[in-house]
């Protein structure tokens, strides 16, 4: 296990493409970080720069202290698990861990100890005299997890390894990583799309967008302190709602609704509040956001009410038993402890959303 760092690393592209721009970023020995954004965000860029299968433009990478600029991606003692699984189709599961250690002239009894060391960890030993064909998706991709571990890496490299699973295997399979890591504490990076297996899976998420880090931090920082409305629109299922307010006199209006007394500069400012945590009332009591109901969607243990504030399109996550029809005038009420404010022209977080105060 390693340390790996990124020091100010930028990859540019022919025709002045910039992919990455001033990477940096530490993983401690042993941490399990997840780098997730929108595809083109710079994420996969950074594992491919970090395996070797690419060249920084400028900047420095090392592993476990070392730089590796200039080491092929076999030096660089790192392991990598891809979205196809990578196996060999003709070779047993037992011939298909063993390759790489075969290929490095590991002494036979060490090969057989670790295959199955590592067969154990992820339950696989039952399947070792089979080939890939034979296997289910949950079970290649353990297979090609375990050819990753058994080399024993510095580094341990997940390229969206669940993205061709179905949603149940992909909730098996993370199950798994997440054992696994507890159990084998190998420094892992992983990289996705999905925000629910960044803020399941990660000791730590780093949020990108436009090949730049946009936050990073624990699921709690990520979540409940975002840095800025890239981060706060991108990581949630349902998003935080974002809509266009002012603050005018001391007091926060949005649309036609006057809300609560805040202790900011008058002006215009996004307003951010997670559809959980507003609270709808089918009524427009004073000090509420007034709404009108585009549409509902029933989900067994609550109800997602879409609805529009102005021309924002925002959600509600209601209780079960809330019955609305298209159309009908709504209030939404946001609690002062539950609301963001953003700049609204940087986009950036207002951390002084601590002091807002009712009216």
Not at 176 to 192: A, Q
Not at 235 to 250: F, H, I, K, Y
């Amino acid at each position: 296990m390693a340390e790996v760092e990124f020091h100010d690393v930028t990859r540019r592209y022919a025709g002045g493409v910039t992919a990455l721009k001033g990477l940096n970023l530490t993983v401690a020995d042993g941490e399990f970080l997840i780098l997730v954004g929108p595809s083109g965000c710079g994420k996969s860029t950074a594992l491919r720069l970090l395996a070797g299968l690419d060249k920084p433009t400028s900047g420095e990478i090392r592993i476990g202290g070392a730089t590796v600029n200039q080491l092929s991606p076999g030096q660089r003692d790192i392991a990598m698990v891809f979205q196809n699984y990578a196996l060999y189709p003709h070779m047993t599961v037992y011939r298909n861990l063993a390759y790489g250690l075969r290929q490095r002239r590991t002494p036979r009894a060490e090969i057989e100890r670790r295959v199955h060391e590592t067969a154990d960890l992820l339950q696989i030993t039952e399947l070792l005299d089979r080939k890939p064909g034979q296997l289910s998706g949950g079970q290649r991709q353990r297979v090609a997890m375990g050819r990753a571990l058994v080399r024993q890496p510095q580094a341990f490299l997940l390229d969206e390894p669940l993205s061709n699973l179905d949603a149940k295997l992909r909730n098996q399979v993370r199950g798994d990583l997440k054992r696994l890591h507890r159990e084998l504490p190998v420094t892992s990076i992983y990289v996705t799309h999905d925000q629910v297996e960044a803020m399941t899976l990660g000791d730590r998420l780093c949020v990108m967008s436009g090949g730049e880090v946009q936050q990073i931090g624990t699921t709690d920082d990520i979540y409940n302190r975002p840095a800025n409305t890239f981060v706060a629109a991108f990581m949630g299922s349902p998003p935080m709602n974002l809509m266009p307010g002012a603050v005018r006199d001391g007091v926060l209006h949005i649309g036609d609704s006057v809300l609560t007394a805040v202790h900011e500069p008058d002006g215009p400012v996004t307003v951010g509040v997670r559809p959980e945590h507003l609270r709808l009332h089918t009524s427009r009591p004073d000090g509420t956001i007034a709404a009108v109901v585009d549409f509902v969607e029933p989900l067994g243990s609550h109800v997602l009410v879409t609805a529009l504030v102005g021309e924002t399109r925002v959600i509600v996550q209601a209780p079960a038993d809330v019955v609305l029809d298209a159309g009908a005038q709504i209030g939404l009420e946001a609690p002062p402890e539950r609301t963001y404010f953003f700049d609204a022209v940087t986009g950036d977080a207002v951390r002084s959303r601590e002091h807002i105060t009712l009216s």
